[in-house]
């Protein structure tokens, strides 16, 4: 298995309600950051977390990490239908043994929000 | 806000051929980086780029491709000679220091090797 899967792979939802994605990684990290990708287009970034913080909001965005089970999730509150996108996380390892500022990157997973 | 930008949005080109794709970062950034990613697979790192050399590069980054920044504001990514597995979308990121710090992306260059 890799680093970095996200689940569901899929995610359908009506407007209104929140969406969560969950993600996992195998290696220690330094950091964990979400991405948003609309179909065919850049990436987005949402927010970075760090190793030895547990929480983060922004805005309807909230990610928490669990660094002991390695695994991060992103909430999105209130969804909307311009949050149809896939959303990714991201690792790097910075400051560990082997470890760079290269992003590993989950496998994405992909959210519609219908109206 | 600053971002990232990247020249050509779509690259078409023949098998064989050479191809520069060309990024510019968010102009106070250090650290720069190349990745792509095959249609419908992830995101894949391929080099990152920090004091005018290579900081680190994954296995797909072979002999065939180079990394460059000619002027104070671009960076340029060569791939020599294009096979059909380069057919992918690249994406330029950039970063303010390297510890881990937030990568900000470009819109990215979508690359067709015939």
């Known amino acids: 298995s890799q680093q970095g899967e996200e689940d569901p792979q899929a995610l359908s939802i009506q407007e209104g309600e929140n969406a969560t994605m969950n993600c996992s990684y195998k290696t220690s990290i330094n950091n964990l950051q979400w991405y948003r990708q609309n179909s065919g287009r850049g990436l987005v970034h949402l927010i970075l977390?760090?190793?030895?913080?547990r929480e983060k909001h922004s805005g309807r965005l909230r990610v928490t990490l669990d660094t002991s089970k390695k695994s991060s999730s992103l909430l999105i509150t209130a969804s909307r239908a311009a949050d149809t996108a896939s959303y990714f996380c991201?690792?790097?390892?910075?400051?560990?043994?082997?470890?760079?500022?290269?992003?590993?990157f989950g496998t994405g997973t992909q959210l519609k929000v219908e109206l | 806000e600053p971002e990232v930008t990247q020249t050509p949005s779509h690259q078409v080109t023949q098998m064989g051929q050479e191809v520069i794709l060309r990024c510019v970062p968010i102009s106070n950034h250090l650290y720069f980086y190349w990745y792509r990613q095959i249609l419908g697979q992830k995101v894949e790192f391929l080099v990152s780029?920090?004091?005018?050399?290579?900081?680190?590069k994954s296995e797909i980054f072979d002999d065939q491709f180079s990394v460059e920044r000619p002027d104070g504001s671009n960076f340029t990514l060569k791939i020599r000679s294009t096979k059909l597995e380069d057919s992918a979308m690249y994406f330029c990121a950039s970063s303010e220091a390297g510890a881990g710090t937030t990568q900000y992306f470009g819109p990215g260059t979508r690359l067709t090797v015939l």
């Open positions: 977390i760090r190793s030895n913080e």
């Open positions: 780029f920090y004091n005018n050399e290579i900081s680190e």
């Open positions: 991201a690792t790097d390892a910075w400051g560990l043994t082997g470890g760079g500022n290269k992003l590993t």
